[in-house]
């Protein structure tokens, strides 16, 4: 039988990949998202229909409120369909951030007794925020059949080639940062609510709910200052050819997403090592 | 047989006990530290530590409350790590810190075995090869298709313990484990763990205050006093 030799040491390298140790562990990454994706609607009263439900209502409200009240313009696009797709990318960002930065508190419990590297568990976390983001994509499908509308131009050369970045450089954001705040909460449990405070805020001030070409050009740079905008903008060219990004902006999207998740690799890396000790 | 499968080498430990989570804490304490240079709240829960097991040990480790017994099992068991030393070892290393550890109370009893043995790093198929042992060894009878939130604390443990001890690696480590389960259960966990040793060549980290427990089973001792050896 093989025994694999190891060494405890205070001080480990900064950048470790370890990916030989995650293969080791593959499957404890399925069980964590059957657990996530099972577990979370056993005793519930709808169970997994809120998974449509409350994007759907989002949707709803917003096509109500933003559409025929406020009568922000949509890029020609029917409202419901403008709005769920921009809930979409949001929800599948703010879901990966908020899950990941509780990690350890949800998990302090496990996290105290049973070794694993547990940069599985926001792997795993991201993986079944997946599942829940097709289900969701598999809404607007359905959505764009029923709603009347002109022919959209859809192509697949441009869908294939630009939605699985896309949403990869959202998870890699929403991970990365939720990596971030993982080890900031473990010293400033307060820290939580101001996560939660300025994702509902900052929703707002993305093209969630109107589309760029309607914002004044010179909010413009503030407004693609958050890379989500510009990922946000990327899904609907792909989808519907509307909007659209220029290279800086794909560029600075890109280049935060591989910066902030590699911060929150290294960072998280440092801390789960000695964070029982703090908690 | 007598291969060296775990080697702990000058093992120290320190606590910073002036922890004081806001920022204007951190702050005063850093003022403070300057101030006063000298003063020194840090509290050292291992102090050099050195032992050597080998395949088939049954180490047993006994203290007083606070002597160090659980930070020496966390640090083994990778849960946080030394401030200075090293260690060497061979193999897998199972940590039983506590009963039914990382079960899901809504996931039923034959899940919850699956994913506890997902996070000891084993296979699918590892697991099934052992489902019906796990299953027998715990007595369960019908109620392991039950979420086992519904389970009574004797059940519960009995799973824990048949999981970890049927899905064994090289060392396994247990923090006071066999307090819990009635007498017919506890003797039935000894004759596991020392056929795990003889058998199967299995190294063993027990903690126990039972002097009963620690004479009928380990063949090595470390008494712990203030984190230190004696």
């Not at chain 1, 001080?11 to 099972?38: A, G, H, M, V």
């Not at chain 1, 109500?64 to 029917?78: A, C, E, N, R, W």
């Not at chain 1, 960002?93 to 508190?105: A, D, G, H, Q």
Request: with cysteine; glycine share 6%; aromatic share 10%.
């Amino acid at each position: 039988m093989i025994k694999p030799m190891w060494l405890i040491r205070p001080k480990e390298p900064l950048i470790s990949f370890r990916i030989t140790e995650l293969k080791q562990y593959r499957y404890l990454i399925s069980q964590l998202i059957y657990r996530d994706l099972i577990a979370s609607y056993k005793q519930t009263l709808l169970g997994p229909a809120w998974l449509i439900i409350h994007p759907l209502i989002t949707t709803v409200i917003f096509s109500i409120v933003f559409g025929s009240i406020i009568k922000i313009s949509t890029d020609g696009l029917p409202q419901p369909v403008f709005y769920l797709s921009g809930i979409i990318c949001w929800n599948y960002f703010s879901e990966c951030l908020l899950r990941t930065s509780t990690v350890f508190k949800d998990n302090a419990n496990i996290f105290g007794k049973v070794y694993f590297p547990r940069i599985i568990v926001p792997l795993s976390l991201s993986i079944s925020m997946f599942f829940r983001l097709v289900i969701h994509v598999l809404l607007l499908i359905t959505i764009m059949l029923i709603v009347p509308h002109q022919p959209y131009q859809i192509s697949v050369m441009r869908i294939i080639t630009i939605v699985p970045l896309v949403i990869t450089l959202i998870a890699m954001l929403g991970v990365g940062l939720g990596l971030i705040f993982a080890c900031l909460t473990i010293k400033f449990k307060d820290l939580n609510f101001v996560i939660i405070f300025s994702l509902q805020l900052t929703m707002y001030t993305t093209t969630v709910i109107f589309p760029l070409s309607s914002a004044p050009k010179n909010m413009a740079p503030f407004i693609l200052a958050n890379p989500i905008t510009g990922l946000i903008e990327a899904f609907r060219y792909a989808l519907f050819n509307t909007g659209g990004l220029d290279v800086i902006s794909s560029a600075y999207c890109i280049s935060s997403a591989i910066v902030l998740f590699s911060i929150g690799y290294i960072v998280f890396n440092r801390m789960e090592r000695t964070y029982i000790d703090f908690i | 047989m007598s291969e060296t499968i775990l080697h702990v080498e000058d093992i120290s430990k320190r606590y910073n006990l002036s922890r004081s989570g806001s920022i204007s804490g951190d702050l005063s304490k850093w003022i403070s530290s300057i101030k006063y240079p000298k003063s020194n709240p840090d509290f050292w829960a291992l102090q050099n530590i050195n032992f050597k097991l080998n395949q088939g040990d049954r180490l047993c480790v006994t203290g007083d409350n606070g002597a160090g017994k659980s930070t020496l099992l966390k640090i083994l068991s990778k849960i946080t790590i030394p401030t200075s030393g090293k260690i060497y070892g061979k193999g897998k290393i199972t940590s039983m810190l506590e009963v039914g550890t990382g079960f899901h109370p809504e996931l039923n009893g034959i899940e919850n075995v699956f994913l506890n043995g997902a996070m000891l790093g084993m296979t699918k198929r590892d697991i099934q090869i052992k489902l019906d042992e796990i299953i027998d060894f715990a007595q369960l009878g019908d109620h392991v298709n039950t979420p086992v939130k519904r389970y009574s604390s004797g059940m519960y443990m009995r799973l824990a313990f048949a999981t970890a001890a049927t899905l064994h690696s090289e060392i396994m480590i247990m923090d006071e484990v066999l307090a819990v389960g009635d007498q017919n259960f506890r003797e039935k966990c000894i004759a596991k763990l020392h056929e795990l040793s003889n058998n199967f060549g299995k190294t063993i980290i027990l903690v126990s205050h039972d002097k009963a427990n620690r004479i009928s089973l380990c063949n090595k001792e470390i008494i712990l006093s203030k984190g230190k050896m004696i």
